[in-house]
């Protein structure tokens, strides 16, 4: 198979793929107009059509994918979502109120895309922006943000391998998953986990009233 894609290499000795894209990024946000974002994708298989296409995607549209995520943070606050971050001086929690994305952004650190490679729907894998380097929204498993090409699927203080178990759950299949899951769950209780086909046609629905 064909070991570089990009700046891309298969590293055998970690049977993954693992590199960095050259991204269009947010000069105000990055001080770049290129970002050098770190990537990563587990498969010890050659790349799918699905896989290249999300390359392609995100190093062409990361500026736009970035600022809804952030934006999503802000929105999931009237939700009930509340941030803390973690005071190394004081050895406490800080609850903290961002009202701007600039906000956000200096407290979620640095991003690292992992391309889903068994993940995939109408052409292109799913893929997540993994928030682990310097991220004190959640000091313990980083904070995570699964996409379908500009669809934001879910949010989660926890890592992506949390998040696909949680979705499958509720819909196995992930070519059913649709965006904005993330705006349903705050406003389910633990107990609705037990009815998952509730909760998955409420998604599907789009019903997240």
């Known amino acids: 198979m064909n070991r570089a894609v990009d700046q891309l290499r298969y590293i055998e000795k970690y049977q993954s793929w693992d590199g960095s894209l050259e991204v269009k990024a ?8 290129i970002y050098l974002l770190t990537t990563f994708i587990d498969t010890t298989h050659a790349l799918t059509t699905e896989d290249l296409n999300t390359i392609h995607y995100v190093k062409k549209h990361f500026h736009e994918i ?11 606050q009237s939700y009930g979502i509340a941030y803390e971050i973690y005071d190394e001086q004081n050895h406490s929690f800080e609850t903290i109120y961002p009202k701007e994305i600039e906000d956000i952004h200096s407290y979620v650190g640095f991003p690292i895309l992992q391309i889903l490679h068994d993940h995939a729907k109408d052409g292109h894998s799913y893929y997540s922006l993994n928030f682990n380097k310097n991220c004190r929204i959640s000091i313990e498993h980083g904070f995570t943000a699964l996409f ?57 629905s789009g019903l997240f009233d």
Request: charged share 30%; proline share 4%; net charge negative.
């Open 26 to 33: 947010s000069v105000d946000l990055f001080n770049t107009e």
């Open 66 to 76: 970035y600022t809804i995520f952030l934006e999503s943070l802000l929105e999931w």
């Open 148 to 204: 379908h090409k500009k669809e934001l699927i879910d949010l989660s203080p926890s890592d992506i391998d949390s998040v696909i178990s949680g979705l499958q759950y509720i819909e196995h299949d992930c070519s059913q998953w649709e965006k904005g899951f993330w705006r349903l769950k705050p406003k389910l209780e633990n107990s609705h986990y037990n009815e998952p086909e509730v909760i998955r046609n409420r998604w599907i």
